[in-house]
């Protein structure tokens, strides 16, 4: 089970940053995807997810407007694309996954595997 994230750097306040992760060894559509972050000295928070259909998504209310979520299980990627960023969207940011139990929810609450993340720094 693999998840490995890829498109972090620094960019400048305002910008954009498109964040992929390829996700190999599993059944795509037996999972709900997800993107958590950990700022610098706090703790992981949820910041986007979508469903094993790819019908739902879920934004943290801090993201919405300016992240989208997408799947691509042909291709087996997951997009998270960062629009308008900020200094506090700073962090690690991990993909991760959870065997949701229903295929049109995901959660951000809680994932059951993750990748080793990439880092996002917003700064001038």
């Not at 693999?2 to 400048?12: D, N, P």
């Not at 610098?40 to 094993?52: M, N, Q, T, W, Y």
């Not at 691509?72 to 962090?91: C, M, N, V, Y």
């Amino acid at each position: 089970f693999e998840l490995v994230e890829s498109g972090g750097g620094l960019v400048q306040p305002g910008g954009s940053l498109r964040l992929s992760c390829a996700a190999s060894g599993f059944t795509m559509d037996d999972y709900a995807i997800g993107w958590f972050r950990q700022a610098p000295g706090k703790g992981l928070e949820g910041v986007a997810c979508i469903s094993r259909t790819g019908d739902t998504s879920r934004l943290r209310d801090s993201v919405k407007g300016r992240f989208t979520i997408f799947r691509d299980d042909a291709k087996r990627i997951i997009h998270l694309h960062l629009d308008s960023l900020l200094p506090e969207d700073t962090g690690v940011y991990y993909c991760t996954a959870e065997a949701n139990p229903s295929p049109s929810s995901c959660t951000l609450s809680y994932f059951a595997h993750r990748g080793p993340g990439t880092q996002v720094t917003v700064s001038s």
